[in-house]
């Protein structure tokens, strides 16, 4: 499918899997376990509708926010995912990269590029931080897990 064409998230879904391995494919198309959240998420976005608004003007708008601090271009952030170098050879630094180029950043996951995150790996563009902050997991820890993502904060 050419670039172009790609007109909506299941575009985006369809390309990905004609372009990664299957294992690869389904660890990013599928959910944990019974893949409930996953399939709670889709229901909630389906019942969000944009209602289109005619003979606005729209000269002056803005998507521009700020979120915990962080002036945004838009209010989306890229949520963490784990060894992005399934996808791409620059996994998580390509992804920081773009979130930054983008205006907006990204959740570091807590094992980077398939090793745990530590502050060398963190891609820094203008003297910030291109990521938020670091998600952890806890395995039974509840103190909150890792003590590395505990550093990060904000730029």
Request: aromatic share 8%.
């Given at each position: 499918m050419a670039e172009e064409q790609l007109l909506n998230v299941w575009d985006y879904e369809r390309t990905?899997?004609?372009r990664l391995e299957p294992a690869a494919f389904g660890y990013f198309a599928g959910g944990a376990n019974d893949e409930w959240s996953l399939r709670e998420n889709l229901e909630?976005?389906?019942?969000?509708?944009?209602?289109?608004r005619m003979l606005v003007d729209?000269?002056?708008?803005?998507?521009?926010?700020?979120?915990?601090?962080?002036?945004?271009s838009m209010p989306l952030i890229v949520a963490p995912v784990a060894f992005q170098?399934?996808?791409?050879?620059?996994?998580?630094?390509?992804?920081?990269?773009?979130?930054?180029?983008?205006?907006?950043?990204?959740?570091?996951?807590?094992?980077?590029?398939?090793?745990p995150i530590r502050e060398e790996y963190l891609i820094v563009e203008g003297g910030k931080l291109a990521g938020a902050g670091a998600h952890s997991?806890?395995?039974g820890d509840a103190t909150g897990g890792s003590d590395e993502a505990a550093r990060f904060k904000t730029s």
């Open positions: 990905a899997e004609e909630a976005f389906r019942r969000w509708v944009l209602r289109p729209v000269a002056e708008v803005t998507t521009a926010t700020t979120v915990l601090g962080a002036e945004l170098r399934m996808a791409h050879p620059d996994g998580e630094a390509a992804m920081a990269r773009g979130a930054a180029a983008a205006g907006t950043r990204e959740i570091l996951e807590c094992w980077f590029d398939g090793r997991y806890s395995e």
